[in-house]
Nanobody, 117 residues
Framework: QVQVKESGGGLAQPGGSLRLSCAANGIIFRAYIMAWYRQAAGKERELVAS???????NYVDSVKGRFTISRDNGKNMVYLEMNSLKPEDTGVYYC???????????WGQGTQVTVSS
């Protein structure tokens, strides 16, 4: 059974930091591109960052230089280090596992990140 589960969300002040973690079990982890998405209230879900099994990364422009995505293929884990947080980073952050082969992707249940003073 496939399970994708996020942790590490919470409340941070502007300029602060948070680290999100995602455990993906029940899949051949190296065969998946891992990504973080976020959805702010009243807005569409957007891709924040992605990482291939070879550690090639991609970021949305609004987080470049502030967020870092990484993965540990031995532990089936993906992380999102978020620094210099801004109120506009507030939202529910979702972990996504998308296979290289054309089969289904998997989502976590999401974790809330709130940036506020």
């Amino acid at each position: 059974q496939v399970q994708v589960k996020e942790s590490g969300g919470g409340l941070a002040q502007p300029g602060g930091s948070l680290r999100l973690s995602c455990a993906a079990n029940g899949i051949i982890f190296r065969a998946y591109i891992m990504a973080w998405y976020r959805q702010a209230a009243g807005k569409e879900r957007e891709l924040v960052a992605s990482i291939t099994s070879g550690d090639s990364t991609n970021y949305v422009d609004s987080v470049k230089g502030r967020f870092t995505i990484s993965r540990d293929n031995g532990k089936n884990m993906v992380y999102l280090e978020m620094n210099s947080l801004k109120p506009e980073d507030t939202g529910v952050y979702y972990c996504n596992a998308r296979p290289i082969a054309p089969t289904r992707a998997y989502w976590g249940q999401g974790t809330q990140v709130t940036v506020s003073s």
